[in-house]
């Protein structure tokens, strides 16, 4: 079982939704569920967080876990055929622009580092970058920082 196996595990068990375990962890339900398919990494602070809101420890979660790098496994034929197979989308894709989006609480979780080697990897593959970068719950952390703020108030928007 995967490390996102086991969070969905151990999440469905309490009977939490993906919007139940992001709202008490200040993350986005689309992150919670591509960490939980295997789609997205973890990092330290955030998997504390889910640990914390699920009432586990983190030893818990990778007990049974597959090998963290799946292509430690490949033996040199099936790295060379995986690697033909992803040549016409290196081909495809060279010269072209990707636009990345991605949310403010990617550096909150120490994940800016994986998409940076990603970001370098598809540089390096000649694919033009655009980078646009949200900072939703940042802002929202922010404005319940702050005592009876109201958005809407002109009062309070001059400030």
């Given amino acids: ?17 993906l919007q139940t375990l992001a709202k008490k962890i200040a993350s986005d339900p689309g992150n919670l569920s ?7 990494n973890i990092g330290e602070a955030q998997l504390l967080k889910i640990c914390e809101a699920l009432n586990c420890a983190p030893s818990s979660l990778f007990q049974n876990n597959a090998p963290a790098n799946p292509i430690q496994k490949l033996d040199s034929q099936t790295f060379a055929r995986w690697f033909r197979l992803a040549a016409p989308y290196i081909n495809t894709f060279s010269n072209k622009t990707f636009v990345i989006a991605f949310g403010g609480e990617l550096l909150d979780e120490d994940q800016f580092t994986a998409l940076s080697h990603d970001i370098n990897l598809l540089t390096c593959l000649n694919v033009k970058i655009i980078l646009v970068h949200g900072a939703r719950p940042q802002i929202d952390q922010r404005l319940k920082e702050k005592k009876n703020f109201n958005p809407t108030c002109k009062k309070c928007s001059s400030h």
């Fill in 1 to 17: 079982m995967s490390l996102g196996e086991a969070i969905r595990k151990r999440r469905r068990s309490l009977g939490l939704t």
């Fill in 34 to 40: 591509r960490i939980e398919r295997g789609e997205q």
